[in-house]
């Protein structure tokens, strides 16, 4: 194997995790997965009925993931100046990270098929996804000891540490309480791995059929 090849290769592997987990992250930004998750989520006791916030819920998840969702959601009247702020910082955040995941994934896909050997393309299959396999572990891990510690340390790491911190009455807390989080993450990290198991079978398979 050439030394370009290896290059591309361990490339391959070390990008693999990233992407695979922005693409669980991306499907779990949709209304049937908040949908989903209101079924399980404990609730905080609120005058709102479970309709209403549900349908709250979905319109903050659009004002994330679209210009014409972050209008409907300034225009509604139910957010203050400093929700609206967060939710802004939010969209671009993930506006940068899907981007990176829309360019960076069919350019992956192309440096894996342009390894032109099965073996090796099993091999950076099997192994890019047993990093994944560690870092999902460790998320699941870290959120069962303690998931308050780890909300706070991923906002503090992308957000200003004093601009995501709300009241209870704000509305962002009222339709998205810490347990929605905390399932959300788990429920994420659980697909996250099941399609990540199903890659490195499929990699695996290639390798030993190859080798």
Known sequence: MSYRRRALSLLLVALFPFLIALLGV???FTENFVEFLYGRVELPPDSMPYELRLSIAKMGLRSVTSNRGMEEFKNS???NQKEIRHMEDVKGLLDSLFTLLYVGAPLWLMGLLNLKNKKEIGKALFFGSLLLELFVLLVVFVSLISYQWLFEAF?????DPYSWR???EDMLLRVYPMDFWYKATLYTALGIFTFNLLLQSFGLL?????S
């Open 26 to 28: 991306r499907l779990a």
């Open 166 to 168: 709300f009241r209870n």
């Open 206 to 210: 290639l390798w030993r059929k190859n």
């Open 77 to 79: 009247g139910l957010f």
């Open 155 to 159: 906002h503090n790491l992308f957000f």
